[in-house]
């Protein structure tokens, strides 16, 4: 079976292998899913993984090997501002957690994008167990950290631009990764199968899954360009997100 929250930590720049959550007790919060979830046991797998890099002294260092998702975007203008990084690749899904939990809060106070605070790795030690990938499965029953992968490949093919020598490269990544057979073939499979925008925004259950899978695509494209863009808007309006709600998760992707 399929290592679903090790895959995702690989695709956004984790290099410490984290064990999946085990499954437990549904979850009664109102905003989640309530599907055999393991949330208290996800929010500790979170903290493990950070504290396993070092910490906030260790993020670098946890990140160092790149991510997936590095290759992604790496023919994009996103070179021009040294490549993919930040503190998505460095704190892997408990980051992404983070980042869309305080753009969800900041939006629900009612604060302006432009003024409010960026997620920080001490967030992502604590981030709200609902915000977590391994919260609640996708729509189709699968772990939602692979729907998640699928809406990164899928906003990184909106222009075009992984012909059959990134998705070589990307291959030969994958080939490095120490990764069951299942998890390889996964990632195969879906840069190969074409993917559109009803398809990814139909992963989520919850509101705060719509918010995570819109800000990792966010996060696999340069929104400058017209086709991404575009691809975005796209997403976001089959997501049914409040517009004020996508400038919040803007604010911490352009930051992150």
């Known amino acids: 079976m399929i ?8 695709f956004l720049g984790q290099s410490a292998s984290v064990p999946a ?11 989640v899913n309530p599907v055999g979830s393991g949330l208290s046991n996800a929010a500790g797998t979170a903290r493990q993984a950070l504290n396993s890099a070092g910490g906030l002294q260790g993020l670098a260092a946890s990140g160092a090997a790149g991510g997936l998702l590095g290759l992604l975007v790496g023919g994009k203008k ?90 070589r490269r990307i291959f030969d990544r994958v080939g490095e990764f120490e990764l069951d057979a299942e998890s390889k073939a996964f990632v ?17 259950t919850t509101q705060e899954q719509a918010a995570e899978l819109y800000l990792v695509s966010r996060l696999a494209v340069e929104p400058d360009e017209p086709a991404e863009r575009a691809y975005l808007e796209a997403l ?21």
């Open 21 to 31: 959550a085990p499954a437990s007790q549904p979850s009664a919060s109102p905003w």
């Open 78 to 167: 996103k070179k021009k501002k040294g490549g993919y990084g930040g503190i998505v690749s460095h704190g892997g899904a408990a980051m992404l957690g983070a980042l869309a939990n305080q753009a969800y809060q900041s939006w629900r106070a009612g604060q302006a994008p432009a003024q409010t605070p960026v997620a920080s790795p001490q967030q992502a030690a604590a981030v709200e167990p609902r915000f977590l990938p391994a919260a609640a499965p996708a729509s189709d029953g699968q772990p939602f950290e692979l729907a998640l992968i699928r809406a990164m490949i899928a906003a990184a093919k909106a222009d075009g631009h992984i012909d059959a020598e990134e998705q």
């Open 3 to 10: 290592n679903a929250q090790n895959l995702l930590e690989r």
């Open 236 to 256: 976001a309006h089959r997501l049914k997100l409040p517009g004020d709600l996508i400038a919040h998760l803007d604010r911490q992707a352009d930051a992150a």
């Open 188 to 204: 195969f499979d879906a840069l190969a199968a074409p993917i559109g925008v009803s398809e990814v925004a139909a992963f989520a």
